[in-house]
């Protein structure tokens, strides 16, 4: 676990700023997982194969690399990192 302390020079509390600011980062990052998915649904019905088999086809050289199948491994990518992200920001907590 970790923990973070905010101090500020303003009488004001931080809490509702930062609550906001997660919140909205929350809504962008679901936002950019439902879009990566939609993109991987995409190639895995033009090429008729999943996600996990393409990447191991593809690592074990039994593919060609294209500009397609190199955009299809940034997407799956990018939406590990994005619900990695998202699974960080739903487990913050404030102390007080």
Do not use: C
């Amino acid at each position: 676990m970790s923990e973070l302390t905010l101090v500020s020079t303003h009488g004001r509390s931080l809490k509702p700023l930062i609550k906001a600011a997660l919140e909205n980062e929350l809504r962008l990052l679901d936002a950019g997982v439902h879009r990566a998915e939609q993109r991987i649904k995409l190639f895995e019905a033009q090429y008729r194969l999943k996600t996990p088999d393409f990447i191991e086809k593809y690592e074990n050289d039994e593919i060609e690399e294209t500009l397609e199948f190199a955009e299809w491994i940034g997407e799956s990518r990018l939406l590990t990192r994005m619900r990695e992200k998202v699974e960080t920001l739903r487990g913050v907590t404030f102390a007080n």
